[in-house]
């Protein structure tokens, strides 16, 4: 019944920009911590970014602070990852991903920076 499903993955030039989304269902949304992974080839899965509940407190991996930001609507039921000057290394899948109790993934979505 938990569903988290990601869209906005793509390809991009790099320096661009994407937004990612997250839209989730079959639980209380507006109660939940939510994140944001990224597992590129060859690499472990790693935290990028997660956000409280309501929004009021966010925190990022050293990599992506500064060019990365993630959002919540919880009218919406939608988190979202709005990525800046994307580089190469950032290319990866990238996973939504519902903290405790949830401890729920989305399907993921494939994001490549690459000229």
């Known amino acids: 019944q938990v569903q988290l499903v990601e869209s906005g993955g793509g390809l991009v030039q790099p320096g661009g920009s994407l937004r990612l989304s997250c839209e989730a269902s079959?639980?209380?949304?507006?109660?939940?911590?939510m994140s944001w992974y990224r597992q590129a080839p060859g690499k472990e899965r790693e935290l990028v970014a997660a956000?409280?509940?309501?929004?009021?407190?966010?925190n990022y991996a050293d990599s992506v602070k500064g060019r990365f930001t993630i959002s919540r609507d919880n009218a919406a039921n939608t988190v979202y990852l709005q990525m800046n000057s994307l580089k190469p290394e950032d290319t990866a899948v990238y996973y939504c991903?519902?903290?405790?109790?949830?401890?729920?993934w989305g399907q993921g979505t494939q994001v490549t920076v690459s000229s």
């Open positions: 991903y519902a903290l405790r109790p949830v401890n729920s």
């Open positions: 956000i409280t509940s309501a929004g009021g407190r966010t």
């Open positions: 079959g639980f209380t949304f507006s109660s939940t911590f």
